[in-house]
């Protein structure tokens, strides 16, 4: 994973720049714009094939305290299976779980 999306090599491409520059703006807005933006922005670096980037920015997401839905949980499952990470994948579904119920799997 990547804890600072913004510095990766990774993103030297002007694409991925420009989502994450939108991505840090929708961050910084009062009202936060609706997830339907920050979600895009997400799908649009992942179409990128960035997807450490993406999970970086979930988790910033999670630290502003910005919610998720079912969109953002499908998109972030899937770039742990891109990045042949299937154990984590779970992992995070189970976090979700058990954050949501109180009780593990």
Known sequence: MVSNP???DETQNPDVEEALLA????LGMIP???LCFFNEAMAYIADLKHYDVVIALFNRMGRAGIPYDIDTINLIFHCY???NQDMLAYVFLEQLYIDETGSSI
């Open 32 to 34: 936060r714009p609706p």
């Open 81 to 83: 299976l891109q990045l």
């Open 23 to 26: 991505f840090e703006d929708y």
């Open 6 to 8: 913004t510095t990766s």
